[in-house]
């Protein structure tokens, strides 16, 4: 199965991902994790991607889209995957369609602004692997230390209070749009976020069997 979840920053959908590969053993393709993978393999993508990164600006597009088909071209990938970032905009998306990749189900998950922000200031994110973590909902078993690689956990920059509303104009702005672009298409499913992770991921999954 292939899916895409759709989310503003900090609704929650990295760890409705993780549920999901768990559960259907499909793996989960994290943008900014596969971009930091081909940084490491000194792939021609991974150099390209670099030299953007080194000089401060952001990964263009057409980069990013050279990733993600390097990436769902990899074995693993073969009985499915989960897009989580990506894609980000209708260019992204129409470049996806473009590839011949066909979309089983895209997820939304919806959760409001203001809850947004409460979540963002408590999350913790592994400065190696990557992994999530939220100083509430989602501890990792020692503290400030992430239990996959045992890499220290920080907050990062953009989860700080005072740049999640511009990221959320971002999101509105830009990602937003692609709900309609895939409710066009019959593949949009809304999933509301809840209170807790293990009321969310019932919601997703039946989202995923609808």
Known sequence: MKIILLGAPGAGKGTQAEKISEALHIPQISTGNIIREALNSGSEV?????????????????????????????????DGFILDGFPRTIA???????????????????????????RLSGRRVCEACGSSYHLVSKKPAVEGVCDKCGGTLIQRKDDHPDTVADRLKVYHEQTEPL?????????????????TVADTTYRTFCALED
């Not at 953007?52 to 889209?65: A, M, R, W």
């Not at 992204?92 to 409460?118: F, K, P």
């Not at 709900?179 to 209170?195: C, F, H, I, P």
């Open 46 to 78: 991974g150099l390209k991607a670099k030299s953007f990164i080194e000089s401060g600006k952001l990964v263009p597009d057409e980069v990013v889209i050279d990733i993600i088909k390097e990436r769902i071209a990899k074995d693993d990938c073969k």
């Open 179 to 195: 709900k309609a672009y895939y409710e066009k298409k019959g593949l949009l499913r809304v999933v509301d976020g809840q209170d």
């Open 92 to 118: 992204q998306a129409e470049a996806l369609d473009s590839m011949g990749v066909s979309i089983d189900r895209v997820l939304d998950i919806n959760v409001a602004d203001d809850v947004i922000a409460s």
